[in-house]
């Protein structure tokens, strides 16, 4: 079955320490997104890549780091320099959208189980 | 980003009765609009979207609205089941922003036996 996979499930981060959330898809789609939700609170974007090699931060990319190396792969760095990072991290993808294509296409995000990180 | 929220942080109701939640939104450039639902400790899945040139899009069971007059999207759940139990959350975008959704708080919904 096609899918997006995160792992792991639960992660716990000591104080000053980098952890790296997985984010796999063999959904062949182009477009990857990491969302952050704190309880209460809408999804927040986080980083988006449209294309291997290259992606964009998005509203609240300030201490997490992402790499494209791979359709497939989008993981998520959260630096010590992220200083609240407890929250329950959600990946997804999607096709890739253009100008032109945008208003031909219904396009949906597939997210992923998502990681709840926590800090100890 | 610009502002996607809901009306009522939690909605119970009956099983069987219809439920209805409701989003609002500040762009009226926002053309495009999903609804999410997302069960406890789960990623969100799609249930439904609708395009601003509609006003009225019906899936299996659900029904979604948009009044872009008052920017205002529902979400309407005919017959709720105890499974129907989860929070609720559409997300909009626009031609201005098309590779980015935003996303409200949501609501969850409670559907008592």
């Known amino acids: 079955d096609g899918g997006i996979t995160q792992s792991p499930k639960y992660l716990f981060r000591k104080e000053g320490q980098n952890v790296t959330l997985s984010c796999e898809q063999n959904?062949?789609?182009?477009?990857m997104y990491w969302y952050r939700q704190d309880p209460g609170q809408g999804l927040r974007l986080i980083y988006y890549s449209q294309i291997v090699n290259d992606f964009q931060k998005g509203d609240i990319a300030e201490g997490y780091s992402v790499s494209r190396e791979k359709k497939e792969s989008f993981p998520l760095t959260v630096t010590s320099a992220q200083k609240n990072p407890t929250a329950f991290y959600l990946c997804?993808?999607?096709?890739?959208?253009?100008?032109?294509?945008?208003?031909?296409?219904?396009?949906?995000?597939?997210f992923g189980s998502g990681t709840r990180l926590t800090v100890v | 980003g610009e502002s996607v929220g809901l009306h009522l942080p939690t909605l119970s109701v009956q099983e069987g009765d219809n439920s209805i939640i409701n989003c609002a939104y500040s762009n009226s450039a926002s053309d495009y609009f999903i609804w999410y639902k997302q069960e406890s400790g789960k990623g969100p899945q799609f249930i439904i979207d609708?395009?601003?040139?509609?006003d009225k899009r019906q899936g299996q069971r659900v029904t979604v609205l948009l009044n872009k007059t008052v920017k205002h999207l529902s979400l309407q759940i005919a017959a709720t089941q105890p499974g129907d139990s989860a929070v609720y959350f559409c997300?909009?975008?626009?031609?201005?922003?098309?590779?980015?959704?935003?996303f409200g708080s949501g609501t969850k919904l409670n559907v008592k036996p």
């Open positions: 609708i395009r601003s040139n509609m």
């Open positions: 997300a909009e975008t626009g031609r201005y922003n098309f590779n980015k959704f935003y």
């Open positions: 959904l062949n789609h182009d477009a």
């Open positions: 997804a993808s999607s096709i890739k959208i253009s100008r032109d294509t945008y208003v031909r296409l219904n396009y949906g995000y597939t």
